[in-house]
């Protein structure tokens, strides 16, 4: 699993820390070879080679900046869902950008992915790869707006159900025991399709929405034009009884549950029209905009009140229209809302109607399970906490990109980066950038330890890509080495990283030691 690689990345550095401890100050020495129990070591000396940046074009909308929206700039997602597993969170999402890379329209029907990224400080976030849902279930048609939630089994293990539309047909689900995988579709079909009886001809089957009560039982909403609610059974891939209707007034898609404060949440996105005619009480909603229901008693349709608008179509906001999407989660003490538009691809000159996650604050008054509007925006929001530079990193860490592509491993959730460019009509560029931010040292840091391979050059700059080198990494082989490299100077306090990679080199994962550590 991904996570044991780092692990074992971090013990091996630490070895290596020792085992470099008593290493020349003076000229570079450099000793290519496998990873296994062996290092290379490099020590600044004199004036170091600098690589060309130049003019950043196509630039990410927020590398260098103060933005934090998107989230990731090298690739278009959607449709997020998130969950929370050992401190961490992990947002799932359509794989968009699959449908760029076929096609020069977003319409959907080559996407056979999800996307996966996570985050502990809501800033840096780590691309895990995507899930070929295509090969785990080669029964789909497509796979679009994942929901998934995590439940505890009764000899304690984890278990993970990702449920997504399969087209507009119906609704499928994978399970894992972790949340990077190893993912399987435990029944061969959908749970649900339009075959079904009871939904047959209600409109599209579609959008799942999963969530787990106070009391430990699951849910599970879908629909597109008529939305439906059924309870899930322990395994988690079965219903405990047919599907009810839910009072959804303009319904269109984007089904979601959650609960606050003793009352079930339904959230979902209003069709196009023109909704003068609301008679839910409240202000009617705008077009393709977020709006939420909620009842103490779930499977009572009489019960459901409507509770308001809490997310406009981002077009209302200068972000660009089309069709809309939301998560809303509790993490870190702070209630968010994961969302999408077309940011990144203006910002890129694109056009296709391919997207981007975002996400922004909102207000939430959980005993009365009040959701205030959310404005979005493309500051985003800030850190939870500075990223801690002693641990190991993945190399996929960043909170901005340029030039950076991601290479999947055979391991579940673990890719590596290289220079390359994820966009199309750009021309091959010969070295990308890696920012991750807020990054806390503390008192002082004095080597970087990289898993790295490749022929070419690494350096390490701080606040600034156009900066001074603080670390180069040298290579000439095609092996993975881990690296110690000396720091020019003490690294301490809080700083930006910059990772700027020269094109042949490949970087896997990093860790900073100090003088203490060796």
């Given at each position: 699993?991904?996570?044991?690689?780092?692990?074992?990345?971090?013990?091996?550095?630490?070895?290596?820390?020792?085992?470099?401890?008593?290493?020349?100050?003076?000229?570079?020495?450099?000793?290519?070879?496998?990873?296994?129990?062996?290092?290379?070591?490099?020590?600044?000396?004199?004036?170091?080679?600098?690589?060309?940046?130049?003019?950043?074009?196509?630039?990410?909308?927020?590398?260098?900046?103060?933005?934090y929206n998107p989230l990731v700039d090298s690739r278009f997602m959607a449709d997020p869902t998130a969950v929370e597993y050992d401190g961490r969170l992990y947002v799932y999402a359509t794989d968009d950008h699959r449908q760029y890379e076929l096609s020069g329209e977003n319409t959907y029907e080559k996407i056979r992915s999800l996307s996966v990224i996570s985050t502990d400080d809501m800033v840096n976030w780590t691309f895990h790869g995507t899930i070929p849902v295509g090969e785990i279930a080669p029964w789909i048609i497509a796979s679009w707006a994942?929901?998934?939630?995590?439940?505890?089994?009764?000899?304690?293990?984890?278990?993970?159900?990702?449920?997504f539309s399969n087209s507009g047909w119906g609704v499928g689900v994978l399970q894992a025991p972790s949340p990077l995988g190893p993912w399987t579709s435990p029944l061969g079909y959908s749970l649900i399709d339009g075959n079904n009886e009871t939904v047959r001809g209600s409109g599209q089957i579609f959008d799942p929405g999963a969530a787990i009560d106070d009391d430990g039982g699951a849910w599970l909403a879908f629909g597109g034009t008529q939305g439906w609610l059924a309870r899930l059974n322990p395994d988690m891939h079965s219903f405990a009884a047919a599907p009810q209707k839910l009072p959804s007034p303009f319904h269109f898609e984007a089904n979601e549950l959650n609960f606050i404060g003793g009352k079930c949440v339904y959230t979902y996105n209003t069709d196009w029209s023109d909704h003068s005619a609301w008679t839910w009480g409240g202000t009617a909603p705008g077009p393709c905009s977020m709006v939420y229901m909620k009842s103490t008693t779930p499977l009572d349709a009489d019960s459901w009140t409507y509770g308001g608008m809490y997310f406009?179509?981002?077009?209302?906001?200068?972000?660009g229209y089309g069709n809309n999407h939301t998560h809303l989660h509790k993490y870190g003490g702070n209630w968010y809302l994961f969302y999408h538009t077309s940011v990144l691809q203006g910002a890129l000159g694109e056009e296709g109607g391919f997207r981007s996650l975002a996400v922004d604050r909102i207000e939430v008054d959980e005993s009365g399970a009040v959701i205030s509007e959310c404005i979005p925006g493309a500051k985003g929001v800030q850190a939870l906490k500075a990223l801690d530079p002693f641990i190991s990193r993945s190399a996929a860490t960043a909170s901005a990109t340029w030039n950076i592509t991601f290479n999947p491993t055979e391991e579940d959730g673990h890719v590596t980066v290289a220079v390359g460019t994820p966009f199309k009509d750009v021309p091959d560029p010969d070295c990308g950038i890696i920012e991750v931010r807020n990054v806390d040292f503390g008192s002082a840091a004095s080597r970087l330890v990289c898993r790295i391979r490749g022929k070419g050059l690494m350096s390490l700059r701080l606040d600034d890509w156009q900066g001074q080198d603080c670390a180069l990494y040298r290579g000439s082989g095609d092996s993975w080495v881990v690296q110690t490299l000396e720091c020019v100077s003490a690294v301490s306090g809080v700083h930006t990283l910059y990772f700027v990679l020269e094109k042949g080199v490949e970087m896997d994962a990093w860790r900073f030691f100090s003088d203490a550590d060796a």
């Open positions: 699993m991904y996570q044991s690689r780092l692990l074992s990345f971090l013990l091996g550095a630490a070895l290596c820390i020792v085992a470099c401890s008593g290493a020349d100050s003076g000229p570079e020495t450099e000793t290519e070879s496998s990873e296994s129990g062996s290092t290379v070591t490099e020590t600044p000396s004199g004036t170091l080679p600098r690589i060309d940046t130049g003019s950043l074009s196509p630039k990410s909308p927020k590398l260098g900046t103060g933005e994942p929901s998934v939630v995590c439940t505890r089994q009764a000899d304690g293990s984890s278990l993970f159900s990702l449920y406009k179509n981002p077009g209302y906001n200068g972000l």
